[in-house]
């Protein structure tokens, strides 16, 4: 049952998903090696704040090891969707906090994005702090 692994980093090596000196990197427990096995079980797609909870190592690192995964072809970067209504939460209470009420009607971008309605609805949770990502979902 060990074999597996060893044979996955050589091949690994082989095609250059370890990089172009992989010392460590070639060992069958790496953090490459975890991190394209869990991609090759997987059926959803895998984002850098998931593989950091996943696997034990630094976001950068991770970063560079997929991108590197990437420009081979061996995966490839598509937009996740199922978490889009996260980031926009995220991104709408901390523009919210930082910059206020005024500019995410203006600048922000909340005129051009959404009717009179939703933007009263948002603004006013949000100065609550009531926010939620349910809510954002729905609209």
Excluded: C, Y
């Amino acid at each position: 049952m060990k074999e597996t692994p060893v044979k996955l980093s050589q091949w690994m090596g082989d095609f250059g998903l370890l990089g172009e000196r992989p010392g460590k990197e070639a060992n069958a427990d790496s953090i490459s090696v975890q991190l394209f096995e869990m991609l090759l079980a997987r059926g959803a797609p895998l984002s850098l704040d998931e593989a950091a909870e996943l696997v034990d190592g630094p976001k950068a690192r991770l970063g560079r090891i997929l991108e590197r995964f990437r420009t081979s072809g061996a995966v490839e970067r598509v937009p996740r969707i199922d978490r889009l209504s996260v980031a926009l939460w995220a991104a709408m209470l901390a523009q919210h906090q930082r910059r206020g009420e005024d500019w995410m009607l203006k600048k922000g971008g909340f005129q051009r994005l959404l009717n009179t309605k939703q933007q009263s609805q948002f603004l006013g949770k949000l100065k609550k702090g009531k926010l939620t990502v349910e809510d954002v979902e729905e609209a």
